[in-house]
Nanobody, 114 residues
Framework: QVQLVESGGGLVQPGGSLRLSCAAS????????MAWYRQAPGKQREVVATINSDGSTNYADSVRGRFTISRDNAKNMVYLQMNSLKPEDTAVYYC????????WGQGTQVTVSS
């Protein structure tokens, strides 16, 4: 069973930046493809960014060029650097595995508003 704890969210003005962190448990973390997801009010959860065990990354079109996903396998951590934030980025952000995500954490709220 994997435990995931997200942090780093908050209220930020449009154009601002935030860095989200995800602490993951499990000895197999370094071999696990991880992702950041988000869920806005009234919408389905969507994938924002993924990072494979080899460090290769992929991004949703809506965030490409603004967000950067990274990982630190020594610390079992995944990060999401979010720049040039827009009101439409407002959502609860979660991290989880890419394949068969489960045991969702509480997420971290990101609100982009002036």
């Amino acid at each position: 069973q994997v435990q995931l704890v997200e942090s780093g969210g908050g209220l930020v003005q449009p154009g601002g930046s935030l860095r989200l962190s995800c602490a993951a448990s499990g000895s197999m973390f370094r071999l696990t493809a991880m992702a950041w997801y988000r869920q806005a009010p009234g919408k389905q959860r969507e994938v924002v960014a993924t990072i494979n065990s080899d460090g290769s990354t992929n991004y949703a079109d809506s965030v490409r060029g603004r967000f950067t996903i990274s990982r630190d396998n020594a610390k079992n951590m995944v990060y999401l650097q979010m720049n040039s934030l827009k009101p439409e980025d407002t959502a609860v952000y979660y991290c989880n595995k890419v394949f068969r995500p489960s045991d969702w954490g509480q997420g971290t709220q990101v609100t982009v508003s002036s």
